[in-house]
C-alpha cells in the first residue's frame, strides 16, 4: 500500500482521492453476494467527470454526520486507551496498483479502525440488541482490508458518556477476492470512459 499523509477532509486529501473508487463507496460496484451493483454505472460518471472537471462534486452534510466528524478524536483516543495501542492517522491510502484506496480512522501494525458516531438511538440499538454496525460497513471494512493488505480491522461505534461497541472483524478472503476482480474491471471500464471523454 501507498500512504497519503495529510488531513482528513483537507484540500489535499480531497486532491488526493479524487476520481479514484474509494472503500466507502465499494456498495457502489459490488453487492454483499459477489454481484455487480447497479449503482456501478453513475459512480463510474461521476468519478470520471471527477478527473475531467478536477473537481469534486459537493456532497450532503448533515448535523448528525458532522457531529460524527468532531467525536472522531475522542473515539480514537478511548480505543487506544482501551486496547493499549497507539494509533497512527492517515490521509488516504492506496492499493499497490494506485487505482483504488480507502481512508482509515486509523491505522495500526497489523489492523486498521473506523469509528462511527451514530445517533443515540443507533448506538443504543447496537449496545442492547447486538445489532452489529459489521454488516451495514461491510464493504468498507472488507474493502480497506483489500487496499492495506491487513487480516483484520475494527469498527467502533461510540457515543460520550455511553460504552462503546468494539468488534474486531476478520478478512472475507472469499469476498475481498471477488471484490478485488469487481474493482480491476471498474477501474478498467472507468480509464476507458475518461478517456472517452477526453476526446470529445
Known amino acids: 500500500m501507498k500512504i497519503l499523509n495529510c488531513v482528513q477532509r483537507s484540500e489535499k486529501w480531497f486532491a488526493a482521492k479524487l476520481g479514484i473508487p474509494s472503500a466507502s463507496s465499494f456498495d457502489k460496484i459490488i453487492t454483499t453476494a459477489g454481484k455487480s451493483s447497479k449503482q456501478a454505472e453513475g459512480y463510474a460518471y461521476n468519478l470520471a467527470g471527477e478527473r475531467i472537471t478536477g473537481k469534486q462534486e459537493e456532497t450532503y452534510t448533515n448535523a448528525t454526520m458532522q457531529q460524527g466528524v468532531e467525536r472522531e478524536d475522542e473515539a480514537r483516543q478511548l480505543f487506544e486507551m482501551i486496547n493499549e495501542v497507539e494509533i497512527r492517522q492517515v490521509g488516504f491510502v492506496l492499493d499497490d496498483s494506485k487505482r483504488f484506496g480507502c481512508s482509515p480512522d486509523g491505522l495500526m501494525d497489523d489492523s486498521g479502525l473506523e469509528i462511527k458516531s451514530p445517533l443515540m438511538k443507533t448506538h443504543v440499538g447496537y449496545l442492547l440488541k447486538n445489532d452489529s454496525p459489521v454488516k451495514a460497513y461491510w464493504h468498507q471494512i472488507q474493502g480497506s482490508m483489500l ?54
Open 147 to 200: 487496499v492495506c493488505g491487513y487480516q483484520s480491522w475494527w469498527i467502533m461505534s461510540y457515543y460520550p458518556a455511553m460504552p462503546p461497541l468494539i468488534i474486531r472483524v476478520e478478512r472475507d478472503a472469499t469476498f475481498c477476492a471477488a471484490l478485488k476482480k469487481a474493482l480491476d474491471v471498474f477501474c478498467e471500464d472507468l480509464d476507458e470512459l475518461t478517456e472517452k471523454l477526453r476526446s470529445m
